[in-house]
């Protein structure tokens, strides 16, 4: 089991930006696939972005975006320190959500990573803005 530890929520004004750092207590090597994803009471959770090797074993990353967050935000990882990150850019009131980090060891194809194929959860990190 590989704990996902979640950091850099906060309250902002819109048109702000944050910074989510997600850190895994072991590497994060075998993780083919991370993503982050939010959560609202009364809603499904939904990958907002997703971040995969292109190939097993591969140094190569895809990085996936839903609409909604395309152009703003960017997901990056850093095997090296077993992090990885949500910049987040102009943000709106709507993305006010519990972010939370999540992984599988297995690739993620064509799309962000569907809830139903996370292995491991973080518990979550709140982000309020505020318009």
């Known amino acids: 089991q590989i704990d996902l530890v979640e950091s850099g929520g906060a309250s902002v004004q819109a048109g702000g930006s944050l910074r989510l750092s997600c850190a895994a207590q072991r590497a994060t090597n075998g993780l083919a696939c991370m993503a982050w994803f939010i959560q609202v009471p009364g809603k499904e959770s939904e990958a907002v972005a997703s971040?995969?090797?292109?190939?097993?074993?591969?140094?190569?990353?895809?990085?996936y975006y839903s609409d909604s967050v395309k152009g703003r935000f960017t997901i990056s990882r850093d095997d090296a320190k077993n992090t990885f990150y949500l910049e987040m850019t102009n943000l709106r009131p709507e993305d006010t959500a519990t972010y939370r980090c999540?992984?599988?060891?297995?690739?993620?194809?064509?799309?962000?990573?569907?809830?139903?194929?996370?292995?491991?959860w973080g518990q979550g990190t709140q982000v309020t803005v505020s318009s």
């Open positions: 999540a992984a599988k060891t297995l690739l993620c194809r064509g799309g962000n990573m569907a809830s139903s194929e996370v292995e491991i």
């Open positions: 971040i995969s090797r292109a190939r097993p074993g591969s140094r190569q990353f895809v990085q």
